[in-house]
């Protein structure tokens, strides 16, 4: 049945029959019925839809059959204009599919490609149909979220994000070292789209996911299945993309499908541990696909989040612990606010068996035996392998006697690592990389403390970067193992 058109009514109807009739009932159910609305006025016809989404996808599929279908009905010169009307979200859904591919229930603000009661699942199912592997996900909200001058773009980014999923930052592409809020700003805006457009299919699982189904799908002969689920979400957030380093076809798949999402003006939302450009092992392709949104970087908390971290853990679980308790903690958990809610997990605990204040005495003593476990033992090796997959050796290239600079100046981070996180000597060090003597250790010691006094930059995948964050890097990948 067509709806009533409140302008124009007779006329509206028969432009409406004529869409109805050029591109199918149900075509025409999900992307005009409840969700878009014409008006007539004079030489004009006016097309409002739900969302900017919505508007933009009937304009670009659309324009040439109404225009046609108006042309017919009123009068060649009609002119169309289209515009936004979000009251028209509030209306009922329907239900529906085409080619084989449910299409959205609601529009509110772009393409569902299921029921509703599906699409609110965060990791989809199997190509073939099976049911996937149980997986509770953490609750995390952008109100959960503390925002610092290390965050404040990314958390700006998710909030835009999230209220108008599609229409800008795709893909948004959020990295950093673990623990410092990444996933909980990809959590936060999957939880706030589902919240804010009910009727969008997001689609949220990590790099490793997505290479397994893919895998499967070659492996039971279910890529069109495997395709259709993946290119016919409405937001497609991926975690840990740096997974998918060294594997081509996963990688050309992956490419392929964030391609056809960007191209009907979806959502993709990223995250990783390194900027794109340093992610070497991935095709030039794709590293640019990734660059082509918004690239935002978190960087460690400062005291003052640190402070607010712990302020906000006490005050939930309604921990009585004093400010100089949880300045300790704020303190001495340094690496990452994963430690600092794995300390206050250990006050709670000690709180629930003593029912006492925890003061800074008590407190020193409960996290004593954590902040020893804490300091992670690094040893050299820990940082060959770390340089050599940054810059895409091998760590016997680091060891050999090659004086070519793009292997002799990521030795000479790695040197310059060497002696600022472990306690080796210059000599020993000399001996790791290849039976060098002291004196080169030293030098090298000397020439990257310069480069970082003078913020310069070095060369990494046909870029420059300033050193200072190319050493951040490899800290953090030593000492996430």
């Given amino acids: 049945m067509l709806p009533e058109s409140p302008h124009g009514g007779h006329d509206v109807d028969q432009i409406l029959e004529h869409v109805q009739r050029a591109i199918g009932e149900r075509r025409y159910r999900h992307w005009f019925q409840g969700r878009?609305?014409?008006?007539?006025?004079?030489?004009?016809?006016?097309?409002?839809?739900?969302?900017?989404?919505?508007?933009?996808?009937?304009?670009?599929?659309?324009?040439?059959?109404?225009?046609?279908?108006?042309?017919?009905?009123?009068?060649?010169?009609?002119?169309?204009?289209?515009?936004?009307?979000?009251?028209?979200?509030?209306?009922?859904?329907?239900?529906?599919?085409e080619d084989g591919v449910s299409l959205p229930q609601q529009a509110a603000v772009g393409r569902s490609t299921r029921p509703a009661a599906a699409a609110a699942t965060d990791t989809p199912r199997a190509a073939d149909g099976a049911a996937k592997s149980p997986q509770v996900r953490r609750q995390f909200d952008l109100a959960d979220f503390v925002v610092g001058g290390c965050n404040e773009l990314a958390y700006t980014a998710a909030r835009q994000v999230s209220a108008t999923p599609g229409a800008r930052y795709s893909p948004l592409f959020i990295h950093s070292g673990v623990g410092n809020g990444k996933s909980h700003l990809a959590e936060a805006i999957s939880r706030q789209i589902k919240r804010n457009f009910p009727s969008l299919q997001v689609l949220f699982l990590t790099a490793e996911n997505f290479t397994n189904y893919f895998t499967r799908s070659l492996r039971e002969k279910s890529s069109v299945g495997f395709r259709a689920k993946f290119r016919g979400?409405?937001?497609?957030?991926?975690?840990?993309?740096?997974?998918?380093?060294?594997?081509?076809?996963?990688?050309?798949?992956?490419?392929?499908t964030l391609q056809q999402l960007e191209a009907e003006?979806?959502?993709?939302?990223?995250?990783?541990?390194?900027?794109?450009?340093?992610?070497t092992k991935l095709t030039d392709e794709l590293v640019t696909r990734f660059l082509s949104g918004l690239v935002c970087r978190i960087e460690a908390p400062s005291l003052e989040m640190r402070k607010e971290v712990v302020r906000r853990i006490?005050?939930?679980?309604?921990?009585?612990?004093?400010?100089?308790?949880?300045?300790?903690?704020?303190?001495?958990?340094?690496?990452?606010?994963?430690?600092?809610?794995?300390?206050?997990?250990?006050?709670?605990?000690?709180?629930?068996?003593?029912?006492?204040?925890?003061?800074?005495?008590?407190?020193?003593?409960?996290?004593?035996?954590?902040?020893r476990d804490c300091l992670k033992i690094v040893r050299l090796d820990d940082i060959d392998r770390a340089v050599a997959n940054l810059f895409?050796?091998?760590?016997?290239?680091?060891?050999?006697s090659c004086r070519s600079r793009n292997v002799a100046q990521p030795r000479m981070l790695a040197m310059y690592l060497a002696r600022r996180m472990t306690n080796v000597a210059y000599s020993d060090i000399g001996r790791h990389f290849g039976g060098r003597n002291h004196t080169t250790v030293m030098s090298a010691e000397k020439k990257i403390a310069r480069q970082l006094e003078l913020n310069e930059s070095i060369r990494i995948a046909a870029e420059n970067w300033p050193v200072r964050d190319v050493l951040q890097t490899l800290e953090q990948q030593v000492l996430a193992g």
């Fill in 36 to 97: 878009t609305r014409l008006v007539l006025r004079g030489d004009v016809l006016r097309v409002e839809a739900a969302s900017p989404y919505l508007l933009n996808w009937v304009q670009r599929r659309f324009t040439d059959v109404l225009q046609t279908a108006a042309r017919e009905v009123v009068h060649p010169g009609l002119r169309l204009t289209f515009d936004v009307d979000a009251t028209l979200a509030l209306l009922p859904a329907t239900d529906g599919s």
């Fill in 233 to 256: 979400c409405d937001v497609l957030i991926v975690e840990d993309v740096d997974f998918l380093e060294g594997k081509k076809s996963v990688q050309e798949e992956f490419l392929h």
């Fill in 265 to 279: 003006g979806r959502q993709i939302v990223l995250t990783g541990d390194r900027h794109p450009r340093l992610m």
């Fill in 314 to 371: 006490a005050a939930e679980r309604k921990l009585p612990v004093s400010t100089g308790a949880l300045d300790f903690v704020a303190s001495r958990f340094t690496s990452s606010i994963r430690e600092i809610v794995g300390a206050m997990n250990c006050l709670d605990v000690w709180h629930s068996i003593q029912s006492k204040r925890i003061g800074v005495g008590v407190a020193r003593e409960v996290l004593a035996n954590l902040e």
């Fill in 392 to 400: 895409g050796l091998t760590t016997s290239a680091l060891k050999s």
